[in-house]
């Protein structure tokens, strides 16, 4: 996942707008990657997966880009509503050591009516 | 069909205190996960087990201790609480291994150490 600062970096876009949300991970292994959504309060929920032998899934109004190259990851939401305001996560998996995910430090979007 | 549940919802412990945080399933799944999350951050996995009775180290696994004597509980237990583990801690669960399957996450249990 992506190492940043202390505070969460937000975006904010307009109801109706697409959004696109990004994520650099580290570990040039990591062959799994997920985003998850975090609404305030509640545990994280499943968005998309994509595995290293693809570079773009799509599902419903949302689409994940990979760039192996450049170890970057995208979500884009099309046509954002109001109830996709959230904290976004990437996670990635490597394989290698405990078999868990690693995440990134999420990106708070914000939903401009 | 409740998913991932934890109990409790919040809880307040004194330094040195000891508590137990119980995660429960009801999909029989056979992996189940801990994570913590501090203000800010991701989250990271502290502990995880591959089917019941087993047990194995996260990446952040000091001060806690795990058990899974039941398929579809997964505890975390910390012995000598201290402020550092003040936290909100998610437990997860998925059918496989996190290549082969999604993880589900339960509401997370609130802890403050003071």
């Known amino acids: 996942g992506e190492s940043v600062g202390l505070h969460l970096p937000t975006l904010s876009v307009q109801e109706g707008d697409n959004s696109i949300i990004n994520c650099a991970y580290s570990?040039?292994?990591?062959?799994?990657f997920i985003w998850y959504k975090q609404e305030s309060g509640k545990g994280p929920q499943f968005i998309i997966d994509?595995?290293?032998?693809?570079d773009k899934r799509q599902g419903q109004r949302v689409t994940v880009l990979l760039n192996k190259t450049v170890k970057h990851l995208s979500l884009q939401i099309a046509a954002t509503q109001p109830g996709d305001s959230a904290v976004y996560f990437c996670?990635?998996?490597?394989?290698?050591?405990?078999?868990?995910?690693?995440f990134g430090k999420g990106t708070h979007l914000i939903i401009q009516p | 069909n409740a998913g991932v549940t934890q109990t409790p919802k919040f809880r307040v412990l004194k330094t040195g205190q000891s508590m137990t945080l119980l995660c429960a399933q009801d999909?029989?799944?056979?992996?189940m996960y801990w994570y913590r999350q501090d203000p800010g951050m991701g989250l990271r996995l502290i502990h995880y087990s591959v089917g019941e009775g087993t047990t194995a180290k996260g990446e952040v696994p000091d001060g806690y201790n795990v058990s899974r004597l039941k398929k579809q509980n997964f505890l975390l237990g910390l012995e000598s609480a201290a402020p550092s583990q003040t936290s909100v801690y998610f437990c997860a669960s998925s059918s496989a291994g996190t290549y082969q399957e999604t993880q589900y996450f339960g509401p997370g249990t609130r802890l403050l150490v003071l």
């Open positions: 994509i595995r290293s032998n693809m």
């Open positions: 570990n040039s292994a990591s062959d799994y």
């Open positions: 999909m029989n799944h056979e992996y």
């Open positions: 996670a990635d998996y490597s394989g290698g050591g405990a078999d868990g995910l690693t």
